[in-house]
């Protein structure tokens, strides 16, 4: 199924998305990475607020390369979603709704999807310069120190992306090995 939804994410939208479907995402999303999220673990633990207001807030685990000339961003695709995995059930309990990625999670990252109704989507890695064509404004607003790993503030129109873990614990990484499987054995008989 695609579906158009729109910042910030709630919970009545998160319930409605099944692993699988295509979306595409209209609004404001922040990038975060490693040292983003350790910085922000950090800042936590020390009883201050985040640089952002994380409530029903989608991160991109994304560092972009430099904006060319007449450009809002240079090319934009996805990091490794587990690398941020340590940090992550703290923002989602936080009330982080959506995180956008490759690759698989942690269970711990998928049970606090599960009990805070959070999802995870997955945007096509090595189609950086496509997505970036999505970015309509970019700015850093914390850490700026980190270079590309600097949380950013971004507008997108139609950004696309599947959602691979739902809100019940779905798995698109494993259901379409299944479904996978499932086909080879009926073209072997």
Partial sequence: MENHIYTPVTESVTRELKSGDYIYLTGVIYTARDAAHKRMSETLDRGESLPFDIKDAVIYYMGPSPAR???????????????????TPRLLDLGLKAMIGKGKRSEEVVDAMIRNQAVYFAAAGGAGALISKCIKKSEVICYDDLGTEAVRRMEVENFPMAVVIDTKGNNLYETAIDAYKRRQQLKNT
């Fill in 69 to 87: 000339d007449g450009q809002v961003i240079g090319s934009a695709g996805p990091t490794t979603a587990g690398r941020m995995d340590k940090y």
